[in-house]
């Protein structure tokens, strides 16, 4: 099993930054894609953007050029730089990631196989 645990959240003004951490612990052997979602109050969950063991990134239109994904795999961390926020970027934000051992696969939401319990970002106007 994977263990996700995510930090960095808080209160900022529109136009600030914050950065996201997710430390994951257990098998991380077996982590392959990890990803950043958010759900924002009354809404569903979505995509921020994902990033493969190698490097490859993918981003939701709505954070391209404000948010930059990144991992760093010696220590098991991933990131989420936020910059230019803006109040529809409050959100929980989730830290997320698939697995490629067969023992540790969970087939979850979005294909993911082990969440976070989230952290807070709210942005005021």
């Known amino acids: 099993q994977v263990q996700l645990v995510e930090s960095g959240g808080g209160l900022v003004q529109a136009g600030g930054s914050l950065r996201l951490s997710c430390a994951a612990s257990g098998d991380t052997i077996c982590i392959s894609t990890m990803g950043w979602y958010r759900q924002p109050p009354g809404k569903e969950r979505e995509l921020v953007a994902d990033?493969?063991?190698?490097?490859?990134?993918n981003y939701a239109d709505s954070v391209k050029g404000r948010f930059t994904i990144s991992r760093d795999n010696t220590k098991n961390t991933l990131y989420l730089q936020m910059n230019s926020l803006k109040p529809a970027d409050t959100a929980v934000y989730y830290c997320?990631?698939?697995?490629?051992?067969?023992?540790?696969?969970?087939?979850?939401?979005?294909?993911?196989?082990?969440w976070g319990k989230g952290t807070l970002v709210t942005v005021s106007s």
């Open positions: 997320a990631t698939k697995t490629q051992c067969v023992a540790t696969r969970r087939h979850g939401e979005y294909g993911m196989d082990y």
């Open positions: 990033i493969t063991t190698s490097g490859s990134t």
